[in-house]
């Protein structure tokens, strides 16, 4: 199955559907983007749609509702979760501004703080 994002205002996925690979196939029997873009368009009436993958070989992500398509890095972004994050550009995930504990440990972002926090799972 191929899948697909509809984009909506803004640049933002408001859906991601699947299509059967046969509906991708051109008269040589290749996958082609448009025709999956081709057979929505005329099934939904929605001509703003894009491809993605589970496994990130296209649009660094595999998007879902809430992600911005950014057509000028041809990837889709996930919303930022903090206003201190930065993006990092190879993979167009957010970072935090102190890297995440690597000791066994739950945590979660403390924006008011700038520190991971131990989760208390009692």
Not at 40 to 50: F, P, Q, S, V
Not at 88 to 107: F, K
Request: hydrophobic share 40%; glycine share 4%.
């Amino acid at each position: 199955m191929a899948h697909f994002a509809k984009i909506g205002l803004n640049s933002k996925v408001i859906q991601v559907v699947s299509v059967h690979n046969n509906e991708l196939l051109d008269a040589d029997g290749v996958e082609q983007e448009a025709n999956g873009i081709n057979f929505l368009t005329n099934l939904t009436g929605w001509a703003i749609w894009k491809q993605t993958s589970y496994n990130a070989n296209i649009r660094k992500n595999f998007a879902s509702v809430g992600f911005k398509y950014d057509e000028d890095r041809d990837a889709f972004i996930p919303p930022k979760p903090f206003p201190s994050w930065t993006l990092v550009e190879s993979i167009c995930q957010w970072e935090a501004p102190v890297a995440y504990p690597n000791d066994g440990l739950m945590y979660e972002w403390n924006e008011e703080n700038q520190q991971w926090e131990v989760v208390d799972n009692s």
